[in-house]
């Protein structure tokens, strides 16, 4: 009992820096360049703790906010100013008069599930592996769409904690962006283990629905993206 209690107070502290520093790096980016690289550093900070190999937390979360700070701001912005476009352009529609209007708005509500898809996947995935900046969106919603179960999973982690949030709102500045970035990294991993240990265990066998390596990168931190890869695996496949 002691030891359980001991981790969920090093988690929620843990939980605590992580959102301090998201809102410090937001603030320094004047928020409309802040958010991207600290949501990416936060991230990073947060796959390091669930590996158990950072002790300098506000030392990596400046290093990687420094060296992200413009691919984050690539990575990014453009598919949340999509699904913010994509949302406001189906509130529009749906107060419209114009004949057909409620059915038209099955499209930008389609576009803005399935780019919400993909970022409930992307900054994890950009800090975990080595995926160009052009492609990392597609084979965000590519895994999310492979891997159906841990999508939903994840969403309903995001929805628990933004209800929460909203009942609380005390939480928001305190602890539940760090809450959410240390939880849904430490599933995201997980589910990339198991992803890889089903890559590995297809390529004993018949060649079967496998992205080449190439086309979505391979395992790295931003501190070592452009160093070779510890594996030779794969990084993605579809829904076992």
């Known amino acids: 009992m002691t030891s359980r209690m001991y981790a969920l107070s090093e988690w929620l502290f ?3 820096l992580v959102n301090v520093l998201w ?4 603030l320094a980016g004047v928020v409309v360049l802040g958010i991207a690289p600290a949501t990416m550093a936060a991230h990073h900070l947060a796959r390091q703790y669930a590996r158990g190999t950072d002790d300098h937390a506000v030392r990596t979360f400046a290093r990687c906010y420094r060296q992200e700070f ?7 912005v ?3 100013l999509l699904v913010a476009a994509a949302l406001a352009g189906a509130l529009v529609l749906r ?3 114009v004949p057909g209007a409620g059915v038209l708005v099955v499209g930008p509500v389609l576009v803005a599930a399935c780019v919400g898809l993909a970022l409930l996947y992307l900054p994890s995935l950009a800090v975990h592996y080595e995926v160009p900046t052009v492609r ?10 492979a891997n159906l179960p841990s999508t939903l999973l994840l969403a ?3 929805a628990a904690t933004v209800y929460a949030s909203m009942r609380l709102p005390g939480l928001l500045p305190v602890v539940s962006v760090g809450a959410w970035v240390c939880g849904s990294t430490a599933l995201c ?8 240990d089903a890559l590995e265990r297809a390529s004993a066998g018949p060649p079967s629905a496998v992205v080449p390596e190439s086309a979505i990168g391979t395992a790295g931190t931003p501190a070592d993206r452009h160093r070779p890869s510890r594996t030779g695996r794969p990084v993605l496949a579809h829904n076992r």
């Open 23 to 26: 809102i410090v790096g937001t």
């Open 156 to 158: 309903a982690v995001l």
């Open 95 to 97: 107060g419209s008069s």
């Open 136 to 145: 990392a969106l597609s084979r965000a919603f590519l895994f999310a769409v």
């Open 189 to 196: 991993l997980r589910f990339y283990a198991q992803n890889d």
């Open 14 to 16: 843990r939980a605590v």
């Open 78 to 80: 453009p598919p949340a």
């Open 70 to 76: 413009w691919r984050a701001n690539a990575l990014l």
